[in-house]
């Protein structure tokens, strides 16, 4: 899936994805970025705006409110990037990933285009059909 140019970190208010995985039995709220990663300030504070409004999203009832057929369910929140996170954001997500521990959230990179047939999506299994 490639982000729209209303999605992105760009857009702090924008759900960009959101998917119920059945293997997992989880919730993922996805977000995009396909500017390389740069160590600059702006790109951080973008990427913490939107981390707000998706923990806000959880754990202020919206979540509930909108999809109360997975209030129960555990919730992941994935980076999906085209490039690897530098240094410096990387430092900043792993002060994040301890945060969000402490509300049963999970957060993860999911680096999109890795491999031929890589979505990006969770839960997809476009990979194996290709191989099939």
Known sequence: MVPSQLNGLEHPGVLDALAYDTR?????????????????????????????????????????????????????????????????????????????ALQQITFEIVRLGQAEGDCGMAGCDCQSREQS
């Open 24 to 100: 997992a039995d989880k919730l993922v709220l996805a977000m995009y970025e396909v500017r390389p990663w740069t160590g600059e300030e702006f790109q951080l504070f973008q990427l913490q705006e939107k981390l707000n409004s998706y923990v806000s999203f959880i754990l202020d009832g919206e979540l509930q409110e909108n999809f109360p057929d997975f209030a129960a369910k555990s919730v992941e929140i994935q980076l999906r990037t085209l490039h690897d996170p530098d240094a410096k954001a990387l430092e900043f997500i792993n002060r994040v990933r301890e945060q969000l």
